[in-house]
């Protein structure tokens, strides 16, 4: 099956179907793949549950003495879940992906992690403790060495920084994450960055420059073919000049 589907160009589309028959063969490794490559593919069409069945299959293929293997098969599964909203098995998954870190000891995989955590404590409301869990996953990043994680860390405190109210200590998380991202030529933090110094702007009332940031951000995800992006931003856009009276130029932009 698998070389039937290779030959048609058709893998992807199979990729579940030829899992199971290797499962069935008792060709676990080749299953394990099957099932990851099919959750890669159920995740760029955007369905979640079919992503989340692969990778549960995935796992349980896995030997529990992996643990590099099994940290990142846990994670891809959490960031799943995440989109799903089942809250309850998201803890558990980063439960799981902070003991496979400690065990590893590696401060990469720590702040990983925390980043991870702080994402969870700020759509569950708990503003103090993604603050809390940002500021210590920047840390980590630092002793490890990687200036993408905390360019992350700070852009990820900087908007939990917004939501809390604290706005003059949010623009210079968001600033220096934007200095970072722009050094390391991480277009895509970049964008993100921009975009909440714009709603950054907007809380504080200043339509022109969040219009101008919003801008930016636009030209980026344009640039880089980021639809979600672009999408994202053109809302953003349609708030500000909803919230000047501007209506035709809003209803454009929705």
């Not at 995989?109 to 500021?135: K, M, N, P």
């Not at 908007?159 to 210079?172: K, N, P, T």
Request: hydrophobic share 40%.
């Amino acid at each position: 099956l698998a070389r039937t589907a290779k030959a048609s160009g058709r893998e992807d589309e199979f990729s579940v179907l030829i899992a199971g028959h290797f499962e069935q063969a008792g060709e676990l490794l080749s299953a394990q793949e099957w099932y990851q490559r099919g959750a890669v593919n159920a995740t760029l069409r955007y369905a979640n549950a079919e992503a989340r069945h692969c990778l549960d299959h995935a796992l349980a293929l896995t030997p529990t003495g992996d643990l590099e293997h099994c940290y990142d098969l846990i994670m891809a599964r959490e960031k799943v879940i995440n989109l799903l909203g089942d809250r309850a098995a998201q803890l558990e998954d980063l439960n799981a992906l902070a003991d496979i870190a400690n065990r590893l000891a590696q401060p990469g995989r720590q702040a990983e992690v925390g980043l991870r955590y702080a994402h969870y404590a700020e759509i569950t409301g708990d503003y103090a403790t993604a603050a809390q869990r940002a500021s210590q996953a920047i840390d980590l990043a630092r002793q490890a060495g990687s200036a993408r994680l905390e360019t992350t860390g700070h852009l990820q405190h900087g908007q939990i920084l917004r939501r809390q109210g604290l706005y003059d200590e949010a623009g210079r998380e968001l600033m220096i994450a934007l200095e970072h991202a722009q050094n390391l030529g991480l277009s895509a933090i970049e964008a993100e960055c921009l975009h909440s110094l714009g709603k950054l702007a907007f809380h504080q009332g200043d339509y022109a420059a969040a219009s101008t940031y919003y801008a930016r951000t636009q030209q980026i995800h344009t640039h880089n073919r980021d639809l979600q992006g672009v999408g994202a931003v053109l809302n953003s856009l349609g708030i500000v000049a909803d919230s000047q009276g501007d209506y035709p130029s809003a209803a454009q932009y929705y």
